[in-house]
């Protein structure tokens, strides 16, 4: 198999923090490649220059709710330019973690319309063939977060917010065909295996 189909598979991986996608993304890349794949493997924010500019934020001074927008805007255009849209015209499967459903629950906190920012962003974007939404509840988020990375919660990793977060991801998955809800409180074995029986439909869906 050396690849999903003539245009390619988009898949994005989405969710809360705490939920695990960081490591289920590279389990699911390792496989696809195992199978024969072609796979891009990303996430956003990106290493680019907007990325890095979002990133330094949290230690160097938050950036305003316009120029963190604009910001999270111009990396995604460089993402989709340079990288995503040329993998997928290869007949490569896409894999991002995080995409523009993050900046819409994310800045929904510091005030951006979130309806509004997600019509704006399918208007502009290319819409994943499935995106996955990890989630679990905001005590568990919570409890993975603070045992696995050791550290003080951020401004968004706080339970008002991570409630109001998954809030809006939980809103999305309603509006939007492309998405799915997936419980992360299993193993990581048994996500896994439902990440893996979801993607293989997607692929198939392709063909």
């Not at 001074?61 to 993402?79: I, M, P, T």
């Not at 799915?180 to 293989?200: F, G, K, M, S």
Request: proline fraction near 3%.
């Amino acid at each position: 198999m050396s690849s999903a189909s003539s245009r390619g598979v988009f898949i994005v991986i989405d969710g809360i923090d705490g939920a695990g996608k960081s490591t289920q993304v590279q389990r699911l890349c390792d496989s696809l490649r195992t199978q024969g794949f072609r796979v891009t493997q990303s996430r956003e924010p990106t290493d680019g220059q907007w990325g890095k500019m979002i990133r330094n934020s949290a230690t160097t001074g938050r950036l305003s709710l316009d120029e963190e927008l604009r910001a999270f805007v111009e990396d995604r255009r460089e993402h989709v330019s340079t990288l995503i849209q040329p993998a997928l015209a290869d007949g490569q499967i896409v894999i991002v973690d995080r995409y523009f459903y993050s900046t819409v629950a994310y800045q929904g906190i510091r005030g951006a319309d979130t309806g509004v920012l997600l019509d704006q962003m399918r208007a502009e974007f290319p819409i994943p063939d499935l995106t996955l939404f990890f989630d679990l509840p905001v005590s568990v988020a919570l409890q993975r977060i603070s045992e696995t990375r050791g550290e003080i919660p951020n401004e968004f990793e706080q339970e008002d917010a991570l409630t109001e977060i998954r809030k809006t991801f939980h809103q999305m998955a309603d509006q939007c065909d492309e998405v799915q809800l997936l419980d992360c409180t299993p193993d990581r074995d048994e996500v896994t295996a439902n990440i893996a029986a979801h993607v293989e439909q997607a692929i198939a869906s392709r063909r």
